[in-house]
């Protein structure tokens, strides 16, 4: 990093970062409020906690609006606590971090569920004596396996407290191994598949469901989708991207594109932190523009935006101060689009839409390769996430991210043999 870029990424304060990263779970906290009282959400975050989490589980339907989004908010100031009190800087890596664990939160990702993985990430650090800090942005990473906290004691017994403690001890196991799993996998993809973890969650995910399956047990598939707060997400989530756009521009000098070149030139494979090569301003703005790009696509879609589509549009968000902008991910998207109109899948249904929002996580591709190679990673992607869910029975909630995964590890070999010969 230049000495330019090292002065321009420190000119924003780490209290004035968190104090961005906190608006859009504060907005979602007090507007839980005005759309839900105090009794319903109670009743209604309960309800998200004793549901099985198995993709794709709802909480706006399941627990209605407000719940979801206090379930949201509270996990995301958690999680931006946890970042404060380890003095842990918010670079690329950990702002992607905390929207993953915000997006995730409508779908997946509760206040109860989350935490034998960080527990589990605790005990990693002790035993190898390294401070948690170098392990908590893999444990955020790492809920992608909170559903298996409850699939697990379900499995034994549904009602007996000694299920859920062997639930809870599945969690904190997987929990321990992640960081060496996903460390080590990372060779596979080399770098190409930006939901790394997602990746080692997939194969852990398999090996577990595999292993209860064995016994007997069968989970059931889930589908729970709202469809009544369409209008009510389009208007939050394009006023917080254009927020992110004004706070961004302010911070880059009053100067829309001042930098943004440098983050169009990255090919986005891993490590790209965005943050460090074009500053925290441009970095705000490229994330508010991933959104409008994001969210434009769900429209032309004619999606109906729920939990899950909330989701993928907050991981986009997150992703895009760490390896995606337009010029990498656009392909992607075009890629799983065209898939979805010569196969099978509906483009409007949101089981496509997710996946070309989560899909970008193979914005590296097309960045390294060209756009070309992105549509055609696009387009594999849609056929292999809509398959690949069965082998993990959803308790890998980044199920795009082990399909990306898949994906790079088969593609990125065969690109290099054309661009040889090129």
Do not use: C
Not at 20 to 32: D, E, K, R, V
Not at 284 to 307: F, H
Not at 319 to 347: C, E, R
Request: charged letters at 10%; glycine letters at 10%; proline letters at 4%.
């Amino acid at each position: 990093m230049t000495k330019e870029n090292l002065a321009d990424y420190r000119q924003v304060s780490e209290r004035t970062k968190f104090l961005i990263l906190s608006i859009f779970p504060i907005s979602s906290l007090i507007l839980a409020f005005f759309v839900s009282d105090f009794s319903s959400i109670a009743n209604g975050i309960y309800k998200i906690i004793i549901q099985p989490d198995v993709l794709l589980t709802d909480y706006i339907k399941v627990g209605g609006l407000g719940a979801a989004l206090v379930n949201s908010s509270l996990l995301t100031l958690i999680n931006l606590f946890f970042l404060w009190k380890l003095k842990v800087p918010l670079t690329g890596l950990p702002i992607s971090a905390i929207f993953i664990v915000a997006g995730f939160a409508f779908f997946g990702k509760n206040i109860f569920n989350v935490w034998p993985i960080y527990i589990g990430g605790f005990l990693y650090s002790k035993y190898e004596k390294k401070p948690y800090n170098s392990v908590i942005i893999i444990s955020m990473f790492g809920t992608a396996l909170a559903p298996m906290v409850f699939e697990v004691a379900y499995a034994l017994s549904p009602s007996s407290f000694s299920g859920l403690l062997v639930g809870i001890l599945a969690g904190v196991v997987a929990g321990f191994f992640l960081p060496p799993i996903a460390a080590h996998i990372l060779r596979a993809h080399d770098g190409y598949n930006l939901y790394n973890v997602g990746f080692a969650a997939g194969f852990i995910g398999t090996v577990v469901m595999s292993f209860m399956k064995s016994y007997g047990f069968e989970n059931k598939t889930r589908m729970i989708l709202s469809t009544e707060y369409d209008l009510f997400f389009k208007i939050l989530l394009s006023l917080f991207f254009v927020i992110l756009i004004i706070i961004g521009y302010i911070l880059n000098d009053k100067n829309l594109f001042k930098g943004y070149s440098k983050i169009l030139k990255m090919t986005g494979r891993l490590v790209a932190d965005f943050t460090y090569t074009a500053g925290f301003g441009t970095t705000l703005i490229n994330m508010g523009i991933m959104g409008l790009i994001g969210l434009i696509y769900v429209i032309l879609s004619k999606g109906i935006i729920n939990g899950p589509i909330v989701g993928g549009l907050l991981t986009i968000v997150g992703f895009s101060a760490f390896g995606k902008h337009p010029k990498n991910s656009i392909p992607i998207m075009i890629g799983v689009f065209i898939a979805g109109l010569l196969k099978v899948w509906d483009t409007s249904s949101t089981t496509v839409i997710i996946a070309a929002l989560f899909g970008t996580s193979l914005a590296p591709i097309a960045g390294e390769y060209g756009p070309i190679a992105g549509i055609i990673a696009g387009f594999l992607h849609l056929s292999v996430s809509m398959n690949v869910g069965v082998i993990h029975g959803g308790i890998n909630l980044y199920n795009n991210g082990f399909s990306a995964g898949i994906i790079a590890t088969l593609l990125v070999p065969i690109l290099d043999v054309f661009r040889r010969e090129k």
